[in-house]
């Protein structure tokens, strides 16, 4: 069955750049951010790596560990994290798993079945590894993303949707399209008007069921 929002994310263990990892075991309390890509040594995925390296920092302030996942052994991961770290201009401070079993991108459901080749195959073979998961400390899965091989991610994307996630578990909230942080959120349809002003003060009430507050920071 395919994976969905609120699932349990399938645990397993496999080898990274940073030795063997139990999966639900390395997230511990914490959120995880599982990014997966075609093939080491490949334009796009060098930037989006890059690109992680560079917010590492800011998922960390946000209680949120990060890791990666290509479809090559851990050797090769190695010699490529430097193209990483160079182009980055900073280290590459978070693990890259070793899938070239395809064990995790089967796991979940990364790609169409008749991709599972076992030698020889090429990043056009794997096209469909560019999914993002973002998972709970309750281990349960609150985001997917599949981006095309072409197109490269928008981590800053990734950063906002985590917040928004973990801002919207402080009340009865959700955040508007193209929402940034520290912009006004929507009051959940379970909470009247009138309760809504009780709780969080100045209600901006669009439509009865479109109402916007500012949320404590």
């Not at 940073?18 to 080491?40: C, M, N, R, T």
Request: hydrophobic share 40%; charged share 25%; net charge negative.
């Amino acid at each position: 069955m395919a994976l969905r929002i609120n699932d349990i994310a399938p645990n397993f263990t496999a080898d990274t750049t940073e030795g063997q990892i139990d999966f639900h075991d390395w997230i511990g309390d914490s959120y995880a951010v599982l990014f997966s890509h075609p093939k080491d040594f490949t334009p796009v995925c060098t930037t989006e790596f890059a690109a992680a390296a560079r917010l590492s920092g800011e998922f960390a302030k946000r209680n949120a560990k990060i890791i990666g996942l290509s479809v090559d052994p851990v050797e090769e991961h190695l010699k490529w994290k430097a193209d990483i770290e160079t182009y980055a201009g900073c280290d590459a401070s978070f693990p890259i798993i070793a899938d070239d079993g395809l064990k995790v991108a089967k796991l979940y459901d990364m790609l169409p079945a008749e991709a599972y080749l076992p030698d020889g195959r090429t990043p056009n073979d794997s096209a469909t590894v560019r999914t993002t998961f973002i998972i709970n400390p309750d281990k349960k899965i609150e985001l997917m993303l599949i981006y095309p091989m072409t197109v490269g991610r928008n981590f800053d994307e990734i950063l906002r949707v985590l917040d928004a996630i973990q801002g919207n578990k402080t009340g009865p909230f959700a955040t508007p399209a193209n929402w940034r942080p520290g912009e006004d959120v929507i009051v959940g349809l379970s909470v009247s008007t009138e309760d809504a002003r009780a709780q969080f003060g100045e209600v901006e009430e669009i439509f009865p069921y479109l109402r916007k507050v500012k949320r404590a920071s």
